[in-house]
């Protein structure tokens, strides 16, 4: 034997020849449990496992470092250099874990965390926002607004957790749940003459000046396809991006626009006439990714966006 393997044995941290699989967090409070009681057979019952249990444990996470943790032949199974340095850092990840878990629990229990809901009408989201902030008031919410497809977007970049938008029919690479069916209506001033009819056609709206919604809302779909090919059949005297603005220039008088009855609000300036023909309704959806249902977050919110009436 030569003076060097000697002088590292008797240290302890003879090399062992490194083995992967052995850091696990067992190992790592198996090997603290050790150091802190002084003795495998302490630590199995402070632990809850067998005596031969520990020391395998001990042993997996040596074979893993590659050197000796302990000098086995102490009475209080004391630290090798390395393994005093092995022993500070273990306990700074186990409770880097602690406080881990203690969030995990925070966040799990709607204790704490965020959520953010991205919306295409205040209208017919915020009704789902305000009852899941007064079940859950721990919860930050955000919210982003947009039309169906820029939500959309939002939703598969994890820009937002959730959204609830209007759609034509439920998208594939979606969770979708229905909310509730949207029916389209016109929206005029309350002194319109139109505003005293309980509903009113498609060929009654022809020859009205008409505010569009921008491309991509499912509104403008529903125009669309409702009216064919819309340049010919309609002149738009304006186009507006958002229900906001729509309902702006209506009550300024630039004309009248088609809105979905769910997303006209209560504006004393205006009324919403239900329009009559086929294929004038739309679904309003909550979507999200599929594994967003295991947030408990979205997974609270989806049980109250529907409305209970």
């Known amino acids: 034997m030569t003076k060097g393997s000697s002088g590292a ?50 042993t997996a996470l040596e074979q893993s470092c ?20 092995i022993y500070v850092r273990a306990r700074i990840v186990l409770s880097r874990l602690s406080d881990l ?8 229990g709607l204790q704490q965390g965020r959520l953010t809901i991205g919306f295409s009408s205040p209208t017919a989201a915020l009704g789902a926002i305000s009852r899941f902030m007064q079940a859950h008031p721990a919860i930050e919410v955000q919210t982003r607004t947009g039309n169906t497809t820029s939500l959309r977007q939002d939703v598969l970049a994890c820009r937002v957790d959730a959204a609830i938008v209007s759609m034509l ?3 594939a690479g979606l969770t979708c749940t229905l ?21 009113i056609s498609l060929a009654d709206i022809t020859g009205l000046p008409l ?14 396809r409702a009216f064919g090919d819309l340049p010919r059949t309609l002149a738009p005297a304006l186009v507006v991006h958002g229900n906001s603005g729509i309902k702006e220039a209506v009550a300024a008088g630039i004309g009248a626009a088609p809105i979905f ?5 209560q504006d004393m300036r205006l009324k919403a006439v239900p329009l009559r023909g086929e294929g004038l309704t ?10 967003n249902l295991e947030m408990p977050t979205v997974a609270a919110f989806a049980a109250v966006a529907k409305p209970s009436y």
């Open 9 to 58: 044995r008797g240290q302890g941290t003879a090399p062992l020849g490194r083995r992967e699989g052995g850091f696990s967090i067992s190992a790592l409070r198996t090997f603290v449990a050790v150091v802190d009681s002084g003795s495998f057979s302490k630590a199995a019952a402070a632990l809850g496992v067998t005596q031969p249990n520990v020391s395998n444990q001990i």
């Open 66 to 85: 590659g050197f000796r943790l302990l000098n086995r032949r102490s009475h209080n199974q004391s630290l090798t250099d390395a393994g005093r340095d």
């Open 101 to 108: 878990e203690a969030a995990a629990d925070l966040f799990s």
């Open 169 to 171: 029919e439920p998208d």
């Open 179 to 199: 909310l509730e069916t949207n029916h389209l209506a016109l929206l005029v001033q309350q002194d319109h003459p139109l505003a005293r009819h309980s509903t």
């Open 211 to 224: 505010i569009l919604r921008e491309e991509g809302s499912v509104t403008r779909g529903v125009v669309e």
């Open 261 to 265: 009855a769910s997303e006209a609000g």
């Open 282 to 291: 739309a679904g309003l959806y909550l979507i999200t990714l599929p594994e």
